[in-house]
């Protein structure tokens, strides 16, 4: 219990904002040869998406997590002199292109 206490003290203390990674740790998550990384790089992009969506992104019902990683790691790869910029701002300037909510439009997706 005292470990559990303990645990979540520190969690509450320690600021981990989105904008504690670059795109160059993003980019090395995405395209990494060892699967934790991957998956890492996955959630980090995942959890963007979750704060964003509906109210800047919406993204039709059918898109998939493989397919926006893939549209993220696309814009890391093509652009490499923007990774030292904060990781959620990348997510977000690859994916509202494709996918920003319409004017006018209340919450929900695109259809």
Request: aromatic content about 8%.
């Amino acid at each position: 219990m005292t470990r559990l206490l303990a645990a979540l003290l520190l969690a509450s203390t320690t600021n981990l904002s989105a904008a504690f990674f670059t795109g160059n740790e993003l980019y090395a998550w995405l395209s990494s040869e060892d699967a934790p990384n991957r998956v890492r790089g996955m959630y980090y992009v995942a959890g963007v998406v979750d704060t964003l969506n509906d109210d800047v992104l919406c993204l039709p019902g059918n898109v998939t997590l493989g397919q926006v990683r893939d549209v993220v790691l696309f814009e890391l790869r093509t652009r490499p002199a923007t990774r030292n910029y904060q990781a959620d701002v990348l997510i977000r300037a690859a994916l509202e292109p494709l996918w920003a909510c319409k004017r006018g439009a209340t919450q929900g997706r695109n259809t």
